[in-house]
């Protein structure tokens, strides 16, 4: 394990993914607690709602300057499918607005199990429909944001929803038949294991989690051309890790234009957990370039 990261593993309580809800209080509790992140210069936070058949609160952080043609970046959180807020997220939103110039949109999206799919998954879909303006789009997120932006791209592709520029899949969940390598051979990694990820798909799925539909797991795509383009991080510590890899080499293998990074020796969700690491600041510098990519409009065609 990198050395930056061992005392603060050493001082992480286990979540409780076999009590969502017990678990989503202790979290509201601990960041109650959290000290305050200065807040980026020239960036302005604005609640919407989504308007759709249940409502979608979001959070949208806009740079100054910021107009109608501004490009978007939707970013989903993490926690498993059933724990996770905007809350924890909100630094990194602020900053990556102020540091990018798009317009970034964090979804509230409902939580299993009180909400199994696809409730997310349509919560942040009507969130895509509502800020596709034509400019330039990019669903991003953390592990379960991850695999719900994957999700978005595949729905968009196969019902002829909007034109998405790019999918940034951070230490992505994405396969409910954990049959990748990596979950059996680090199934006690840190911070989110083998029976952790049991516990959410059963959450999240529900009946399906044994016949899992594609947009549920993206993995069990048999079909992955005609996707955006991607970049994938895997963590080299994360029970998770096979399943990135395996994906971004399925995407490549598809002729999408897929982008993979594997950090050895990090855990799961490790820029989220300590950014401060050089590793975190080494790959936030290169998501910005990343995004910068994914952001650029589309050339002018010259008849």
């Known amino acids: 394990m990198d050395p930056e990261f061992t005392e603060f593993l050493a001082a992480m309580p286990p979540l409780q993914f076999a009590d969502p809800a017990a678990q989503r209080e202790l979290s509201a509790k601990a960041r109650a607690e959290w000290p305050e992140v200065p807040w980026p210069d020239g960036v302005a936070r604005t609640d919407h709602t989504v308007a759709a058949a249940h409502p979608v609160p979001v959070r949208r952080y806009v740079p100054d300057g910021a107009g109608d043609a501004a490009p978007v ?5 993490g926690g498993g499918y059933c724990i996770g807020h905007p809350d924890e997220d ?20 409902r939580l299993a199990p009180e909400h199994p799919y696809p409730a997310a998954l349509d919560d942040c879909y009507a969130a895509l429909l509502d800020f596709a303006s034509g400019a330039p789009l990019v669903v991003a997120g953390m592990s379960a944001g991850a695999g719900l932006a994957a999700a978005l791209a595949l ?5 002829g929803g909007p034109v998405i520029n790019g999918q940034v899949l951070l230490c992505p969940f994405l396969d409910a038949t954990m049959g990748a390598e990596s979950m059996a051979a680090l199934s006690a ?12 798909w059963g959450h999240y799925l529900g009946p399906l989690v044994g016949a899992p539909p594609v947009w549920g797991s993206p993995s069990v795509a048999q079909d992955l051309r005609g996707l955006p383009p991607a970049y994938v991080l895997a963590a080299g510590a994360d029970c998770l890790r096979d399943e990135a890899v395996q994906y971004a080499l399925r995407l490549q293998a598809a002729g999408v234009a897929a982008e993979l ?16 690491a050089s590793v975190s600041r080494r790959i936030r510098a290169e998501l910005l370039a990343v995004l ?12």
């Open 261 to 276: 990074h594997v950090v050895p020796g990090v855990p799961h969700a490790f820029t989220a957990m300590q950014p401060g």
């Open 292 to 303: 910068g990519r994914f952001l650029e409009p589309a050339p002018v065609q010259t008849p």
């Open 155 to 159: 729905r968009a592709r196969d019902t």
């Open 189 to 200: 990694a840190p911070v989110f294991n083998a029976e952790d990820a049991r516990l959410c």
């Open 90 to 109: 909100e630094p990194f939103c602020a900053r990556l607005a102020a540091d990018t110039g798009a317009v970034v949109v964090s979804v509230d999206y």
């Open 73 to 77: 970046v939707l970013w989903i959180h």
